[in-house]
């Protein structure tokens, strides 16, 4: 297995190879068409996944442009970089390269939805830089496999999450600062849009659909979610009653996390992939809070609090 790496002295490298002895690593840039050509050249790949890009919602508003880059034009870079080393010329009609390509696109897509749950036919209306980024790069996909008969497919990911998961986002952002006060290291935690609906779930079920996905013997796209969403604020009274807290005695709401443009409601309809993959979420809401919460009291515990300092003043 290989992993793309970027930059001269990338501090995620020790983290990667803690977590993934055994993985190879190869330099490259979504920024940078030949880096990418040169990685897929070394590496022939059977299988390439795109999880790279500006992910971080808010974010995408602070550097438009550079989200446009990554997360949008990224995406070509890599669906290049794949026909070129595959010999399949411009010109040439269709033909099927060896090489399958996953692209990770999101529900952040549908945005400003118009119907509920969202399937493979829900139209897209996003709501940030970032959602119409990765419209550019799940239609390019599309284009790519019609175009030149690439195995290129998009999972329409909700919202996958794990004790792994970055503290900028809500739920880390909340077992971390639930963690924090049940140890007596912090008294508040600090909160944008509580009404917002998310379909949650655990990201080691979802790894599994892009496997899946690939394993296919034609190409397509598939939306991959729970079926089920619960509100930021259900959320954070599942997680403070995890650790035997009550979250009214410890929230406070605050502006600097209000977005300019809110996603209010997701749910996913994951009926063709239960159908045609045979996929299934196996952990639940409840228990993936639980194992977030229970995390990171044992992260924090372990380190005397040290860990995610930076929680918190993530404001967009
Ligand atoms: O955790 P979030 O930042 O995730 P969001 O925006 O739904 O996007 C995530 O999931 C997408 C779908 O898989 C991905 F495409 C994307 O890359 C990312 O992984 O925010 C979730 C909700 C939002 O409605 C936000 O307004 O939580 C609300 N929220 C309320 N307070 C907060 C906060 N979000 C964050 N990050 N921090 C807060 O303090």
């Known amino acids: 297995m290989w992993g793309l ?47 790279a890009a500006i992910s971080y919602v808010p974010m995408s508003w602070q550097q ?40 990770a696109s999101t529900s952040e897509m549908f945005g400003q939805v ?3 749950p969202q399937n493979e036919q829900t139209s897209f209306h996003p709501r940030s ?24 497919v998009s999972g329409v990911m909700f919202n996958h999450e ?27 935690l600090r909160l944008g849009n509580m009404h917002a609906s998310r379909d949650w779930g655990f990201a080691g079920d979802y790894v599994r659909a892009m496997q899946l996905m690939l394993a296919r013997d034609e190409p397509a796209d598939y939306v991959i979610g729970t079926g089920v969403t619960h509100t930021v604020e259900e959320l954070v009274d599942q997680a ?6 009550e979250w009214r005695d410890h929230v406070v709401t605050d502006a600097a996390f209000i977005r300019p443009a809110e996603v209010d409601r997701l749910c996913a309809d994951p009926t063709k992939a239960r159908e045609e993959l045979g996929w ?32 918190g003043t993530d404001s967009w």
């Open 5 to 51: 790496v970027r930059g001269q002295a990338n501090p995620r490298v020790r983290h990667l190879r803690q977590l993934l002895g055994d993985v190879h690593l190869v330099r490259g840039d979504l920024l940078d068409q030949g880096s990418l050509i040169a990685a897929v050249e070394k590496v022939q790949p059977d299988e390439v996944y795109n999880l």
């Open 64 to 103: 438009a442009e550079l989200t446009g880059e990554v997360t949008g034009l990224g995406v070509l870079r890599v669906l290049e970089a794949i026909r070129v080393c595959s010999g399949i010329s411009a010109s040439r009609s269709p033909g099927r390269g060896q090489i399958r390509f996953y692209q």
């Open 114 to 116: 118009n119907q509920s």
């Open 129 to 152: 830089p970032y959602g119409v980024a990765k419209v550019y790069g799940h239609l390019l996909t599309q284009n790519y496999r019609e175009s030149y008969g690439m195995f290129a």
């Open 162 to 188: 794990s004790p792994r998961r970055g503290a900028e986002f809500v739920t880390r952002k909340v077992s971390l600062g639930v963690a924090k006060i049940k140890l007596g290291y912090e008294r508040q």
């Open 240 to 245: 403070f009653r995890a650790a035997g807290l």
């Open 280 to 311: 299934e979420p196996k952990i639940g809401f409840e228990e993936l809070v639980s194992m977030m919460v229970d995390a990171d009291l044992a992260l924090l515990a372990a380190s005397g609090g040290a860990e995610g300092d930076s929680f």
